[in-house]
């Protein structure tokens, strides 16, 4: 590949992407965001930045052009408006439909998200469960999704990826919360038990899976993949690794759920929290996906467990502490303001 364009490429997915792709030897990666790229990579020669908007139409046409493929990672996530979530996650990803077909750019991977499936109660979840959602970002990804099934239905290849809740390097949102309170030698309280099985997954065994969806050949990876780690136990288990590698003794404790819970969703209406409920509605259950899927057809091989990935990205939040000190937003890229939930870590 030779150009390849990253929309939303200043987030955190993008920079672990567009790093991914330079190191395999992608010639020339042009980003399209409305945040500013402000990593060293900016001012190389192989990157090309564009201020600009997925829901701007002929802002994505120009990105496109010449491109051999397109990673559509723009997204708005759940801290967002439900007008911001729905006209970025569905008109952004139509207007990257359109001017893919347009300029004869044969491909397009969309990054979804395995919220399409709601909260389900029986696992592992496969591709073609049922789509129910939860709330409007996870709605909006469903009818994104249909539009990507509608262009693939025309002859477009689409490959539509569903990662589990992703970190690594450069994540913050609200693991810097679990982070901190680890961090500074508190405790954490756990929505219920903790012994539900909860998967996540290393950013870099996500951008391993795209990279696969971008180089084989069409026939093949025209589908949906769930993605996420093969390695995972219980949610206490996982998450106690971080609280070890502090050094502080801490331990998780298990709440209670619907007390939790109906707090939580008071603090969120007042917007005293940063939690919304995709968040603390599935943190007491299980979750996870099946992988098959993508191990079959693409060769999909996660190098990371849940342990791994939260201990490798509890380690670089402790390396770079000082660059995002007192910095707050809604981004993944930034810690979340933690509002009362501030108060109560003094509790653990």
């Not at 439900?82 to 044969?106: F, M, Q, W, Y």
């Not at 899976?209 to 589908?223: F, K």
């Not at 467990?305 to 993944?332: C, I, M, P, Q």
């Amino acid at each position: 590949m030779k150009t390849v364009l990253v929309t939303g490429g200043s987030g955190f997915l993008g920079i672990n992407l567009i790093r991914h792709l330079r190191a395999k030897g992608v010639e020339k990666i042009r980003v399209l965001d409305i945040a500013d790229f402000d990593y060293p990579e900016k001012s190389e020669p192989w990157l090309e930045f564009t201020l600009g908007d997925v829901r701007d139409i002929e802002a994505v046409r120009k990105c496109v052009d010449g491109c051999d493929v397109v990673v559509n990672t723009a997204a708005a996530l759940p801290l967002y408006s439900p007008e911001d979530i729905h006209s970025t996650e569905v008109d952004g990803a139509r207007n990257v439909l359109t001017a893919c077909r347009e300029k004869g750019v044969p491909r397009m991977i969309q990054i979804s998200s395995t919220a399409v499936y709601g909260v389900p109660k029986r696992h592992p979840i496969y591709e073609d469960d049922e789509l129910i959602g939860v709330g409007p970002y996870g709605h909006a990804k469903i009818e994104a999704e249909g539009i990507c099934r509608q262009a693939r239905a025309e002859g477009f290849c689409v490959p539509i990826i569903r990662p589990k809740s992703f970190i690594g390097p450069e994540r913050l949102g609200v693991f810097a919360l679990f982070y901190d309170w680890a961090y500074t030698g508190h405790g954490f309280p756990m929505i219920g038990s903790g012994n539900n099985r909860y998967q996540l997954m290393d950013v870099a065994d996500l951008c391993d899976a795209i990279e696969l969806t971008m180089t084989l050949p069409a026939e093949t990876v025209n589908t949906e993949f769930n993605i996420g780690a093969t390695e995972f136990t219980t949610m206490k288990e996982d998450y106690q690794a971080v609280l070890d590698r502090a050094g502080h003794g801490k331990k998780i404790r298990g709440m209670p759920v619907k007390p939790l819970i109906l707090i939580l969703r008071i603090l969120e209406k007042l917007h005293l929290s940063p939690l919304y409920p995709w968040v603390y509605e599935t943190a007491s259950t299980d979750s996870f996906v099946s992988v098959e899927r993508a191990q079959k057809l693409l060769g999909y091989a996660p190098k990371y467990s849940n342990k791994d990935a939260l201990v490798r990205n509890y380690d670089w939040y402790v390396a770079h502490l000082s660059e995002f000190a007192g910095k707050t937003g809604v981004s993944h890229r930034v810690p979340w303001k933690q509002g009362l939930l501030a108060c109560a870590k003094w509790f653990f």
